[in-house]
């Protein structure tokens, strides 16, 4: 019997501990005016499922991670460097000071005008019992809104929700202040990558133009830096200008879109398809995949001073649908893709005159 009350005492005292343990690292027993410098860092990031951050002008972001891809707006891929930017700040985000009391009520002020509120949701257990996780499932872990930056620029004003008082927070070896990183512009966060694909990778790529179809031509790989370029017949060209093919090709290494247009209507972006559509490039890689970016003029209604008016295709720009996703278009500048657009005769072999 007293060896049962030993262990039943002892049984007691480690639920006890454990507790205490619990409550301790949410901060129960600490004092709200002197929260734990690790208050506002997320420390295991890769458990992170989702960020929501708005501001207070309507402006939001969605940060969704999936399949081991971060997205923003659901079904664009977020730029991988910026994400790990991100990621690195959350984890190291720290507090420096509280703010003084007598600059809290200013501050405050600042804070509900300006801040940006950042939600942070993660794959966490409901509860643990000595370190064993229990109903893991997706929950938000952590709410904070991060100000402005202080008047040296070297860190940021911020309020922990369930705080009473605003803090000083900053990123440890970083001279600097947060903001641009809490951005709630879809843009800042968007990849804008199309072709990543080196000269040695290339397979195939093939260049179709809706508007002079002989102009239209195929480059097939032979060697590590050797091509065959078929015409619109599929004839096989007897020569051509290998530098102006090389150059071309060893672009796709990094072709990018300027912007994803959101407010186009599905029907607009049909109609411009099917009326504007002058070129389609498809590149496939080694292991063929393949990328297609088609083009699209983008006509513009000119007004003259008799009152008349007409459309004519943009010189600087034009519209991109990226494989065959004909719901998200994009823009396009001429000028990024100047030789790829190029027509067949370009590449013909330069006769040297004498």
């Not at 019997?1 to 002892?10: A, P």
């Not at 990543?196 to 239209?216: G, L």
């Not at 490039?281 to 699209?296: H, M, Y």
Request: some cysteine; glycine content about 4%; aromatic content about 14%.
């Amino acid at each position: 019997m007293k060896k049962n009350k030993l262990y039943l005492i002892i049984a007691a005292a480690l639920v006890a501990i454990a507790a205490i343990v619990v409550l301790w690292k949410t901060e129960v027993f600490q004092s709200k005016d002197h929260l734990s410098y690790e208050a506002f860092a997320v420390k295991d990031t890769a458990s992170i499922t989702k960020v929501f951050m708005a501001d207070m002008h309507g402006n939001y972001v969605l940060l969704q991670r999936k399949e081991g891809d971060w997205m923003v707006c659901d079904s664009i891929r977020v730029m991988k460097s910026i994400m790990e930017e991100f990621l690195t700040t959350i984890n190291n985000i720290s507090v420096k000071q509280v703010v003084p009391k007598a600059g809290q009520n200013a501050i405050n002020k600042v804070l509900s005008t300006s801040a940006v509120k950042v939600e942070i949701y993660q794959k966490a257990p409901k509860f643990k019992i000595f370190g064993i996780a229990f109903g893991l499932k997706e929950r938000l872990t952590k709410t904070y809104y991060m100000g402005p930056a202080t008047m040296d620029n070297l860190a940021n004003f911020a309020l922990l929700e369930g705080s009473d008082d605003p803090y000083i927070v900053y990123i440890p070896g970083f001279r600097g202040f947060a903001t641009p990183i809490y951005s709630t512009n879809y843009a800042d966060w968007i990849n804008h990558d199309i072709f990543q694909t080196k000269i040695t990778r290339i397979k195939e790529a093939e260049f179709i133009d809706y508007e002079n179809p002989a102009e239209s031509f195929k480059v097939v790989k032979t060697g590590a830096r050797f091509f065959d370029v078929y015409n619109y017949q599929g004839q096989k060209l007897p020569a051509y200008d290998t530098l102006k093919l090389i150059d071309m090709l060893s672009e796709f290494r990094d072709k990018n879109f300027e912007d994803k247009i959101m407010n186009f209507t599905t029907e607009r972006m049909d109609s411009i398809f099917h009326e504007n559509l002058f070129k389609t490039i498809i590149i496939t890689d080694v292991e063929g995949q393949k990328t297609s970016l088609d083009f699209c003029r983008q006509m513009l209604n000119v007004e003259y001073e008799d009152g008349t008016s007409e459309l004519i295709a943009n010189e600087d720009n034009c519209y991109g649908f990226i494989n065959k996703r004909y719901n998200e278009i994009y823009l396009l500048q001429f000028f990024h893709f100047d030789r790829q657009i190029q027509p067949l005769s370009y590449f013909a072999p330069q006769i040297s005159q004498k």
